[in-house]
């Protein structure tokens, strides 16, 4: 009976616990301060529903959204490739947004229009968002199905470059630099799904190519990434006036974005390095025989891994500083007795994990001023 009685009080736990991880009416926020002159807008522009290939129902992919702290979304089934068509008996592209808007709307997300124009390599997928009649897209040149999303004022991005390439590294063919040339197609995904491709990451800079990151989920979006263990989905992280679509569209277009893809940013250091100073805040310290204990406190939902860059005479600090995610740490500096203490310590610091290049790191300078108390 005991035996009994504790089986059933373990499975009540595990039920309860279930549903309030699954409970649809809490929403997880994401944590990366606004910049001077922007919000910071979470989107994904690259999902999948039954009217392509994907396994859940339309309305099903803003619920999600909402629930991980997104705060615009594009659903972009395929135009050419429907396996489902036996089941999901219509012609009409537009569909699946006909079903999520109002989804969308009662959760305040943003729901984009779009579509996946889906191609062989190459040149390869190509989602086109802002549209206002998927329909158009369904041409059999891909040149002519490019052109009908232009005529709509579409952006238009290049989809997992590394896509049946060798090792998955992109490759750059005279395809693409006609459309890129020509200002047809205008961002790359850098992160899509688990792959992450540094080569289009430095394409995007060197070419003025605005980047993207996105999830281009097919199956209900917890079956592939665990929540409860702190992953997330890859997701675009967008620099606007403000939230709608007239401004994310202008932003994306205008180039400000960076890329969220577990515990890193991905970006132009224009964007990341404000961010680095909107999150780390130095709330502390205490000076004892040259000792200077600091706390600083990491307000974001990312773990910054900071590494010394450099060297300040007379003074000795941490070589590797982590600051976790939404804590506060304590780092012991050291100063020599025999010297004035000094007002203010800049601290030269690479932080790894928020990268400007593939193999760059951010470069930044811990501000710790020494004159607000003794």
């Given at each position: 009976?005991?035996?009994?009685?504790?089986?059933?009080?373990?499975?009540?736990?595990?039920?309860?616990?279930?549903?309030?991880?699954?409970?649809?009416?809490?929403?997880?926020?994401?944590?990366?301060?606004?910049?001077?002159?922007?919000?910071?807008?979470?989107?994904?522009?690259?999902?999948?529903?039954?009217?392509?290939d994907g396994k859940v129902w339309p309305t099903i992919r803003p619920e999600e959204?909402?629930?991980?702290?997104?705060?615009a979304i594009a659903i972009t089934d395929h135009i050419e490739y429907l396996p489902h068509k036996d089941d999901i008996k219509t012609d009409n592209f537009n569909r699946s947004f006909e079903l999520a808007k109002d989804s969308a709307a009662e959760r305040q997300i943003l729901l984009i229009k779009g579509a996946e124009l889906t191609r062989d390599m190459p040149p390869g997928h190509f989602n086109a968002?802002?549209?206002?009649?998927a329909n158009a897209l369904d041409k059999k040149d891909y040149k002519e199905a490019i052109k009908a999303a232009l005529d709509q004022g579409a952006f238009i991005f290049w989809n997992h470059p590394g896509w049946r390439q060798p090792g998955t590294i992109p490759?750059?063919?005279?395809?693409?630099?006609?459309?890129?040339?020509?200002?047809?197609?205008?961002?790359?995904?850098?992160?899509?799904?688990?792959?992450?491709?540094?080569?289009?990451?430095?394409w995007c800079l060197e070419k003025n190519i605005t980047m993207l990151g996105s999830s281009d989920v097919h199956s209900p979006i917890h079956m592939a990434w665990d929540?409860?263990?702190?992953?997330?989905?890859?997701?675009?992280?967008?620099?606007?006036?403000?939230?709608?679509?007239?401004?994310?569209?202008?932003?994306?277009?205008?180039?400000?974005?960076?890329?969220?893809?577990?515990?890193?940013?991905?970006?132009?250091?224009?964007?990341l390095k404000p961010i680095f100073e909107g999150s780390v805040q130095t709330l502390g310290y205490h000076v004892k025989q040259g000792e200077i204990n600091i706390q600083i406190h990491n307000s974001s939902c990312?773990?910054?891994?900071?590494?010394a860059s450099g060297k300040i005479e007379?003074?000795?600090?941490?070589?590797?500083?982590?600051?976790?995610?939404?804590?506060?740490?304590l780092s012991k500096i050291k100063t020599d007795q025999k010297q004035p203490r000094p007002e203010e310590l800049a601290l030269p610091y690479v932080v790894k994990n928020l990268r400007v290049a593939p193999d760059k790191g951010l470069p930044v300078r811990l501000k710790i001023i020494l004159t607000s108390q003794e």
């Amino acid at each position: 009976m005991k035996k009994s009685f504790l089986s059933i009080a373990v499975f009540l736990v595990l039920l309860l616990t279930h549903v309030g991880f699954c409970q649809t009416n809490v929403r997880t926020e994401i944590g990366i301060p606004d910049i001077p002159g922007y919000v910071i807008l979470a989107c994904d522009f690259h999902m999948h529903t039954v009217f392509s290939d994907g396994k859940v129902w339309p309305t099903i992919r803003p619920e999600e959204a909402w629930m991980e702290g997104l705060d615009a979304i594009a659903i972009t089934d395929h135009i050419e490739y429907l396996p489902h068509k036996d089941d999901i008996k219509t012609d009409n592209f537009n569909r699946s947004f006909e079903l999520a808007k109002d989804s969308a709307a009662e959760r305040q997300i943003l729901l984009i229009k779009g579509a996946e124009l889906t191609r062989d390599m190459p040149p390869g997928h190509f989602n086109a968002i802002f549209l206002q009649d998927a329909n158009a897209l369904d041409k059999k040149d891909y040149k002519e199905a490019i052109k009908a999303a232009l005529d709509q004022g579409a952006f238009i991005f290049w989809n997992h470059p590394g896509w049946r390439q060798p090792g998955t590294i992109p490759i750059w063919y005279p395809e693409h630099t006609e459309l890129f040339n020509n200002g047809w197609v205008r961002g790359m995904e850098i992160v899509n799904d688990h792959d992450y491709y540094p080569k289009a990451f430095q394409w995007c800079l060197e070419k003025n190519i605005t980047m993207l990151g996105s999830s281009d989920v097919h199956s209900p979006i917890h079956m592939a990434w665990d929540f409860q263990n702190g992953e997330h989905r890859p997701m675009t992280l967008v620099f606007a006036t403000e939230k709608t679509e007239k401004a994310l569209k202008e932003a994306l277009f205008a180039g400000r974005t960076a890329v969220y893809n577990g515990n890193s940013l991905l970006g132009r250091e224009k964007y990341l390095k404000p961010i680095f100073e909107g999150s780390v805040q130095t709330l502390g310290y205490h000076v004892k025989q040259g000792e200077i204990n600091i706390q600083i406190h990491n307000s974001s939902c990312v773990t910054l891994e900071l590494h010394a860059s450099g060297k300040i005479e007379n003074v000795s600090f941490p070589q590797q500083l982590t600051l976790y995610a939404g804590k506060t740490v304590l780092s012991k500096i050291k100063t020599d007795q025999k010297q004035p203490r000094p007002e203010e310590l800049a601290l030269p610091y690479v932080v790894k994990n928020l990268r400007v290049a593939p193999d760059k790191g951010l470069p930044v300078r811990l501000k710790i001023i020494l004159t607000s108390q003794e």
